[in-house]
């Protein structure tokens, strides 16, 4: 199959802590009055990205994906495996629920299902805003377990304030919240499995709350130190990783790119590139095309396409395997 820069549709969702942000500054077009998500680079079974230019316009990424290794060429670059990864803007008008996420093992064991690893970067944030970033110092699932039985779960819960351009990495059994006020851009494992921790008690407009997953929970928390994450996010980076580079850890890489005139960006052999334009305009050039990149524009760049470059006064986060 043809090799070339490919430009992704995006999938929206509707939650009550949605907002309009990504209508506002985003481009993103909807008919739900609160778009909470979306999901700029998705390949899922019932979720899945639309290819909108060239060649394959029309096509969903999963089909250009299973065509491609039909004809002995592999698009993502792990042999066939599970697409990796899942992006997504968020827009948190509310504030989220707080939720902690299973590893691999405890995920294929229960759920049938991977584990999530993920990392925010801050987009905005309202004066004030702040995350909901682990237990505290010295807390631990006993400790959270007590503070849930007495109704006093936020008791141990570590609030970190934030500001755009922030970095957040989030590893597998580390409780986390966005709070109201934040939009961010999210790039984590495929995986769907939440376990919901608290939600301050909301009610829904049936008078009911929102589903908990408690036993699950306790099962896999656990009390991450500032250091232990960046060890785990440094965990696989390589000397020659460029120096901006955000997270190199097991699962995926991630870079911020801030483009003043041109940038030349390798797609390697081994593995697919997602581009997405968080500020400014330019253009991608690859392949004798010419590939407009807007504020929240997203491109899949499949694997072994080699060098491209950015042209313009564009920011952007490109991720990787």
């Known amino acids: 199959m043809n090799k070339y820069p490919i430009k992704l549709t995006y999938i929206d969702k509707t939650a009550i802590w949605g907002g309009s942000y990504l209508k506002e500054e985003y481009n ?45 060429y592999d698009a993502v670059g792990n042999e066939g495996g599970r697409f990796p990864l899942l992006i997504k803007f968020i827009d948190a008008h509310d504030k989220l629920s707080v939720q902690v996420h299973p590893s691999d093992d405890y995920a294929l064991r229960e ?47 570590r609030h970190v304030p934030v500001k755009a351009g922030d970095c957040f990495f989030i590893p597998a059994g580390m409780p986390h919240a966005i709070g109201a006020g934040i939009v961010i851009l999210e790039i984590q494992q495929n995986s769907d499995v939440t376990y919901r921790l608290y939600d301050y008690d909301r009610k ?40 901006d580079t955000l997270v190199h850890c097991r699962y995926f890489y991630v870079r911020h790119i801030d483009c003043k005139d041109k940038v030349s960006i390798c797609s390697k052999s081994s593995g697919f590139l997602s581009i997405i334009a968080i500020e400014g305009r330019g253009e991608i050039h690859a392949c ?3 590939c407009p990149l807007n504020k929240g524009d997203s491109y899949f760049i499949p694997a072994g396409l080699g060098q491209l470059e950015l042209q313009g006064n564009v920011e952007v986060v490109v991720s990787g395997i």
């Open 111 to 157: 759920e049938n299902d991977l584990g999530k690893t993920e990392m925010w970067y801050i987009l905005k944030a309202r004066a004030g805003a702040e995350l909901i970033y682990g237990l505290l110092p010295g807390k631990d699932e006993k400790s959270l377990s007590e503070a849930i039985s007495k109704g006093r779960t936020e008791d141990v819960l």
């Open 28 to 72: 993103k077009t909807s008919s739900y009055d609160r778009l909470a998500e979306t999901w700029e680079l998705s390949v899922r079974e019932k979720d899945t990205s639309i290819i909108e230019n060239g060649e394959y316009a029309g096509m969903t990424l999963m089909q250009y994906i299973s065509e491609s290794l039909a004809q002995g």
């Open 204 to 243: 829904d407009s049936s008078g009911h709350g929102r589903e908990l997953h408690i036993k699950k929970a306790l099962d896999v928390v656990k009390n991450f130190s500032d250091q232990e994450c960046l060890e785990i996010r440094q965990g696989a980076s390589d000397p020659s990783d460029p120096p």
């Open 288 to 290: 004798g095309m010419v």
